[in-house]
């Protein structure tokens, strides 16, 4: 069975791992920001996005737990994680810097309060629809974790080009 998480312990990570990686993004000029082929084709720009529209998500889940929802929102049914993150790119791409920067600043801002909604019990509760597995390590795979995921990619990108 996956560990239980105190809320404040959930929070606190979150708000640590948001910071560095806001953090890392300001030390990066606009070109950084828009150059593609950080990985694959996208920009860190583009990652930014990606971090977004999954946070996205994740909000949707937790208002439909919040409002004792029977069924969980799912935008895109049948698609893999990779159709996902490419109808995610493709939608995003064409977007201004500041565009997508507000957002994620935005979403983050709404996962942190959709988060707070929730009691401890509801994000240690373990949801059928995840094969069991608790609300919070959902959370924690879209924010802190997802974070650190793309950090480890930009920085990846930038000791490239260095060389």
Known sequence: MTEQIAKTELLRRMQD??????ALLATLSEEQLT???VNGKWSIKDNIAH??????RVIAVLAAIHNKETTLPNPTPGLSE??????YYQANKERSLSDIQNEFATVYQQIKG???LLSE???NMPLPQWKDQPVWPNIAGNTFEHYQEHTQI??????????
């Open 17 to 22: 791992g948001y910071e560095q990686f806001t």
């Open 35 to 37: 150059t593609p082929h």
């Open 51 to 56: 971090l977004s529209a999954w946070q996205k």
């Open 82 to 87: 990779d159709e996902i993150n490419e109808l």
């Open 114 to 116: 959709a988060v707070e």
């Open 121 to 123: 019990e509801e994000l």
């Open 154 to 163: 930009i920085q990846n990108w930038l000791a490239s080009q260095q060389v």
